[in-house]
């Protein structure tokens, strides 16, 4: 096999391959610099060089498209395979990636995992497990995570405030708290990952908006509601009367939080470290190839052809004989015509700000929520009780998730980011009483249209994910599942294997 371009890595040399190149400055007089990241570019490749046609061909048995958790989860399948996985973005990652300012890492998506009962499915346990990132703990009955260092301590796990005031967590003292709590008791231990292993009894839960099943059964004061909505927009992207009472019940009684503690993992380069770990796993590094966009797939007689802009921005011919489409499924009208009416889903649009600052603001809870009028603003996760490196920043990594109609207002904060991020540093000054401006020195921006698919009413799916063709298999949270790394990684490890199970071996050495 030809594999021209490709990126060549050692375990040593991982790094590059998941951070690609830095973000340019915007070059703001600001103190601050700040810097913008936005898929949007990927649209304009597609424009720019839709007339191009391939100027090389190679063949390879299997390909993966998209490098986040999903695509990454299939590679441990195929490792030892003729593979290759091609990642549009300058990085693997997806929405699991991380960037760096100076010798500061920092988590530009996902940032942490929860520790495991022993009821969740036993592919994702068993892969962690051989990847040495989890192990069972007897005493607790969990898979914990092997590298303590990244576990955060109770103590400083988190805060939120309201109005300017500090409470324990978004639902403290609220109205209706301990009957809300009571309904939910009764799926204790019901709600699974991943959830295509919840019982069909539970199936129903999946047509009906989780403030109509939660008005039925009790008196939903309006606070509650918004504070619970707060909840779903951080973990679902959509409201409480958005998302499916399955995805909302879900979000509180997966694992068993009341009682015992349930270790959760955050390390500085967030849900990255499980991509490492995936990737040495594989021992496939010249396998990835990231700057390159799959800008179309068509199933042939013989197996699959795909059109690569390459990092070169030039156009490739790649042929094999199985696809794992991991990308999100919104595209699949460019790149795939044919499938893409299999998944109507709502994504939610978010932004990332990292602050970087130089060390000296008291921070100390990892996450501070901050529950404000318009609920667009996710709070913020501190670095300070975080196991890291540098001796000289913290950072505080700011979410926003967007309602899908405002979707464009990402494109005029990526042309001008400045009043976002005064805004953003003027709120949490406001709500927290804590001044960041003095030590800030950098601030990275990550927006995303399309960040996460909401589990709407009669979004998840239980059954084998859909496809017309039958050398293309799907993978990525966007199949009918919860945007949660276990999700994405079961997916993955799903598509990984159908692939080689599907495939007549005697079809080709005939
Ligand atoms: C801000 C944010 C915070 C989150 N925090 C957490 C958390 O703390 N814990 C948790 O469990 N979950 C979290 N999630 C959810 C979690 O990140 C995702 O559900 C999961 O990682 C999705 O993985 P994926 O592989 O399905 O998709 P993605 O991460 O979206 O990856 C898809 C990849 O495919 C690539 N791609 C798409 N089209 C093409 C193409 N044509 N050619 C080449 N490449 C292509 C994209 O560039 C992308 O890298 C968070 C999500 C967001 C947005």
């Known amino acids: 096999m030809n594999r021209r371009g490709f990126i060549q890595i050692s375990s040593v040399a991982l790094l590059p391959i998941l951070l690609g190149i830095f973000p340019r400055s915007s070059g703001n007089k600001k103190r601050y610099s700040i810097s913008v990241k936005s898929n949007r570019s990927f649209g304009h490749l597609l424009r720019k060089l839709s007339a191009e046609k391939p100027v090389r061909e190679r063949t390879t048995d299997y390909v993966i498209v998209g490098g986040g958790i999903a695509g990454l989860a299939a590679a441990t399948q195929l490792s030892g395979k003729d593979f290759l996985l091609f990642e549009a973005d300058d990085r693997l990652g997806g929405s699991s990636a991380c ?6 890492v920092f988590a530009t998506g996902a940032h942490y995992e929860l520790a495991y009962p022993e009821t969740f499915g036993s592919e994702v346990i068993d892969l962690l497990t051989k990847m040495e990132v989890i192990r069972f703990n007897d005493y607790s009955k969990l898979y914990e995570f092997v590298d303590e260092q990244y576990v955060i301590k109770g103590s400083s796990l988190e805060q939120c405030f309201v109005k300017g005031e500090a409470i324990d967590e978004v639902l403290s003292g609220v109205e209706g708290l301990k009957e809300f709590k009571e309904i939910l008791s009764e799926f204790k231990g019901k709600m699974l990952l991943p959830t295509r292993l919840i019982d069909n009894e539970y199936h129903y839960l999946n047509s009906i908006s989780f403030k109509d099943f939660l008005s039925e ?59 490492e770990k995936m990737i040495g796993y594989t021992n496939a590094f010249e396998a ?28 490739e011919l790649v042929k094999a004989k199985k696809v794992v489409y991991a990308g999100q499924k919104h595209a699949l009208k460019y790149i795939l015509k044919s499938e893409a009416n299999l998944f109507e889903n709502s994504y939610a649009p978010w932004l990332v700000l990292n602050f970087v600052c130089r060390k000296g603001i008291d921070f100390n809870k990892w996450q501070n929520d901050v529950v404000t009028e318009n609920l667009e603003f996710m709070g913020f996760v501190s670095s ?35 009043p976002f991020v005064e805004a953003t540093i003027q709120l949490i000054e406001k709500e927290t009483g804590t001044t960041i401006t003095d030590h800030l020195e950098h601030v990275n921006i990550k927006l995303m249209g399309h960040a996460m698919p ?51 071996v005697d079809d080709y050495e005939s």
Not at 99 to 104: F, L, S
């Open 99 to 104: 960037d760096y300012w100076k010798d500061t």
């Open 217 to 275: 059964k009790m008196n939903l004061s309006q606070e509650l509601e918004r504070r619970i909505s707060y909840q779903m927009l951080d973990d679902w992207g959509g409201k409480c009367d958005q998302v499916s009472a399955l995805a909302g019940i879900h979000y509180y009684v997966c694992r068993p939080y009341d009682e015992k503690d349930v270790p959760l993992f955050s390390p500085p380069n967030g849900n990255s470290y499980f991509l």
């Open 288 to 315: 990835f190839e990231v700057n390159s966009l799959v800008r179309s797939i068509k199933e042939v007689s013989d197996g699959v052809e795909l059109e690569v802009i390459n990092s070169s921005r030039e156009v």
């Open 384 to 418: 300070k009780p975080q196991k890291t490196r540098s001796a000289e920043f913290d950072v505080f990594t700011a979410y926003y998730c967007l309602e899908e109609i405002d979707r464009e207002r990402l494109v005029a904060i990526e042309k001008e980011p400045s």
């Open 454 to 504: 909401i589990p709407k009413p009669g979004y998840l799916s239980f059954s084998d994910v859909p496809s017309y063709a039958s050398n293309i298999i799907f993978a990525g949270v966007d199949t009918g599942r919860l945007p949660l790394f276990y999700e994405a990684c079961d997916s993955g490890i799903q598509a990984g294997r159908s692939v080689l199970e599907d495939l007549n």
